[in-house]
């Protein structure tokens, strides 16, 4: 089935380390989309890609780093300067008339 | 720029009676408008989309939503609940640009609704 897959599920940090999430679509989408959700805030976008080796900072890039190399994947880096990252993280990818598919999320938590 | 502002931050009603959950948006620009459905740690998933056309517009699951140019305005309804309905919901709105198919929403806070036996 199409769709987006995001891992790992969950996913726990110590102070001090880089963490990737990775997401992957087979949608044949050119857009893709990093979202951070934390409580009572609704979704903040991090980063996007319009098209591969292409990406811009959203409103919360900081401490965040992307890469676009395929269509299919957008991984995301939560670097340690990050200062507050644990958070519900969703990836998305856009379609032809506008509307977002999201993948089930990664769940990442500092201890 | 533009905003989205979702009234009630929890709605709680009664399995088989009628909800409306509110969305008001500001912009300066003609938007496109969506309401998207999230159940506890699981992705979000679109219920309705407004593009253009019939202001009227139907989703899956039952639900319907308004949209209103000059109360600038997109409510999500449905006229009766089911306790699987219990869930947040989030309504965006974006300036859908085509070139490139890039499209930038901005969401609301979110309003949880709690249906009850």
């Known amino acids: 089935d199409g769709g987006i897959t995001q891992s790992p599920k969950y996913l726990f940090r110590k102070e001090g380390q880089n963490v990737t999430l990775s997401c992957e679509q087979n949608l044949n989408h050119d857009a893709m989309y990093w979202y951070r959700q934390d409580p009572g805030q609704g979704l903040r976008l991090i980063y996007y890609s319009q098209i591969v080796n ?22 995301l880096t939560v670097t340690s300067a ?10 998305a990818s856009s379609g032809s008339h506008g509307e977002l598919f999201f993948g089930e999320g990664s769940r990442l938590t500092v201890l | 720029a533009q905003s989205v502002t979702q009234l009630d931050s ?50 899956i699951n039952g639900f319907e939503a308004e949209f209103n140019k000059s109360q600038t305005s997109f409510h999500l309804r449905k006229p009766s609940v089911h306790i699987s309905d219990t869930a947040e919901y989030f309504c965006a709105v974006s300036s859908f640009m085509f070139s490139g198919g890039y499209n930038k929403l901005i969401f609301g806070a979110g309003t949880r609704l709690a249906v009850h036996p």
């Open chain 1, 54 to 75: 292409d990406f811009q900072k959203g409103d919360i890039a900081e401490g965040y780093s992307v890469s676009r190399e395929k269509k299919e994947s957008f991984p």
């Open chain 1, 82 to 91: 990050q200062k507050n990252p644990t958070a519900f993280y969703l990836c």
């Open chain 2, 10 to 59: 929890q709605v709680p009603v009664f399995e088989e009676a009628p909800v409306e959950l509110r969305c008001n948006y500001s912009s300066s620009v003609s938007v496109y408008l969506f309401w998207y459905v999230q159940y506890p740690n699981q992705g979000l998933q679109l219920l309705l989309k407004y593009l253009s056309g019939s202001t009227l517009v139907k989703g």
